[in-house]
């Protein structure tokens, strides 16, 4: 079973509507994150949390909010989904140590569309 | 601040040739990098990384990258492209704040028969 899950992998809303995208992870680590991905931008980080009562704002958190469950449920929502919402999204892992060396475990990604 | 540069949105290889994704950098700090790779329909996972041990640094499927600090680089290379390679990279710089990661745009790699 993959380490980081998501769910779900493809949706498709209309402009207006709430989404929610979950993200697990089974590998015990205590920092999350989620990004959005745009061709010829890379990724770009949403939010991220260094434990469950730590969340912060991170470069592209406009129209987005956060919640963390547990250690290992980190969920993204879009309020009001807007067409520029149109993206890939990436929750990632690190483990808690925090050093800028640490790997970054990826899920396989939920593609949204907002038309 | 950091910020990543990966110059070629798009490299096109024949299989067997010599693969080469460029990645310059910027960073107010002594950086850690990183190289992830992207297959279609997958997260990203990681190629490989530079921790200051060593500045050549080898990673899997026989790739490896080389930091040049003077040329504020750490290019992607493998000697002989397979068609499995083909795929997405990104070049990511590591922040001094916990370690959340600067992407670059990400090159995709097409690999000819």
């Known amino acids: 079973d993959a380490d980081v899950t998501q769910t779900p992998r493809n949706r498709i809303t209309k402009t207006g509507k709430r989404i929610m995208l979950e993200c697990s992870q089974t590998?015990?680590?205590?920092?999350m994150y989620w990004y959005r991905q745009d061709p010829g931008l890379g990724l770009r980080l949403i939010y991220y949390?260094?434990?469950?009562?730590?969340?912060n704002k991170g470069e592209i958190s406009d129209g987005y909010s956060v919640s963390r469950q547990a250690q290992a449920k980190f969920s993204l929502s879009l309020e009001s989904a807007i067409p520029n919402q149109t993206a890939l999204y990436f929750c990632?892992?690190?483990?808690?140590?925090?050093?800028?060396?640490?790997?970054?475990?990826f899920g396989p990604g939920t593609r949204l569309t907002v038309l | 601040a950091q910020s990543v540069t990966q110059l070629g949105s798009h490299v096109s290889v024949s299989e067997g040739a010599l693969v080469l994704l460029r990645c310059n950098y910027s960073?107010?700090?002594?950086?850690?990098l990183f190289w992830y790779v992207q297959y279609p329909n997958q997260g990203l996972q990681l190629l490989l990384k530079?921790?200051?041990?060593?500045?050549l640094v080898k990673g899997i499927n026989g790739f490896e990258a080389e930091f040049k600090k003077s040329e504020t680089s750490f290019h992607l290379t493998k000697p002989s492209a397979h068609m499995s390679d083909a795929a997405e990279y990104f070049c990511?710089?590591?922040?001094?704040?916990?370690?959340?990661?600067?992407f670059g745009g990400g090159t995709r790699l097409m690999v000819k028969p």
């Open positions: 990632a892992t690190s483990a808690v140590a925090g050093r800028r060396t640490d790997t970054q475990y």
């Open positions: 590998k015990g680590h205590d920092r």
């Open positions: 949390s260094f434990d469950v009562k730590d969340i």
């Open positions: 960073s107010s700090v002594p950086p850690y």
């Open positions: 530079y921790t200051s041990a060593a500045t």
């Open positions: 990511a710089v590591s922040h001094n704040a916990g370690n959340m990661l600067t």
